[in-house]
């Protein structure tokens, strides 16, 4: 089964210094029809002003993934731990038994565009930690995440796989395990999903599915969940 996600059907919700594109039910935004995916549970397209953010909020049991494709998000925490994220940099935090933390464009001219991803974890009350990587100069399929942190993956506490997909002008065929979940999403260019065109912002939802067959990329930038 192919559950399409268009970009402009998205939630939507504009607070002046903050634009964001909800692909699930969150915040004010809610549909039955898309509550997310197995243990995905958020994907917010976040765009943020000059010298705005997130105040300090509360996090807990849950695999945040922020993945930034303009700008800077400085991320401080009560923890002690601070950094500077740039584009290309995705970082993971399991917030486990909680986390404290702020994220702000410390730009004072350039706008901030990231991702903000949830996934759901397979326990509860791990101790907080950060891993984070740049994944600006990856070409083709590479893994980003995933359950046991191979091949100098970022480590998730599910059963869950997080690749980057950069092609252009190259097909690419994956074998699917049908009895697990797939979710596609955008970030860039066009490509044709299992005979699907899709666009920047749009997404696919796959289950029961056997196979991935991806043609007619351009410039493809995209991010593929592989889930329970």
């Known amino acids: 089964m192919m559950t399409v996600r268009r970009s402009n059907s998205r939630g939507h919700a504009r607070h002046g210094w903050l634009d964001s594109r ?4 969150f ?3 809610y549909d039955p029809r898309f509550m997310g995916i197995s243990a995905l549970r958020v994907i917010n397209d976040d765009w943020v002003k000059p010298g705005y953010g ?12 922020s993945y ?5 998000i400085e991320h401080k925490d009560t923890m002690g731990f601070h950094t500077v994220l740039n584009a290309g940099d995705v970082q993971v935090m399991s917030a486990g038994t909680g986390i404290l933390h702020s994220e702000y464009n410390p730009s004072n001219e350039d706008d901030l565009n990231f991702l903000q991803i949830w996934i759901q974890p397979d326990r509860r009350g791990v101790t907080p930690r950060y891993q984070q990587m740049n994944i600006a100069d990856h070409q083709g399929l590479s893994l980003i995440a995933s359950s046991d942190g191979r091949d100098g993956s970022l480590s998730l506490h599910q059963d869950a796989s ?3 997909l950069r092609l252009d002008h190259q097909p690419l065929q ?3 395990q049908p009895e697990r979940s797939y979710y596609l999403h955008l970030t860039g260019g066009t490509v044709t999903a299992n005979g699907i065109t899709l666009g920047a912002g749009d997404a696919i939802g796959l289950s029961a599915e ?3 067959s991806l043609t007619d990329t351009r410039q493809l930038d995209a991010l593929l969940f592989e889930l329970p």
Not at 54 to 65: A, G, Q, V, Y
Request: net charge negative.
């Open 22 to 25: 909800h692909s699930f039910s």
């Open 27 to 29: 915040a004010n935004y």
């Open 54 to 65: 997130f105040d300090t909020h509360p996090h807990r049991d849950m695999e945040i993934i």
């Open 68 to 72: 930034v494709l303009a700008g800077q």
């Open 162 to 164: 997080l690749y980057n």
């Open 174 to 176: 994956r074998v699917l």
């Open 210 to 212: 056997t196979t991935l």
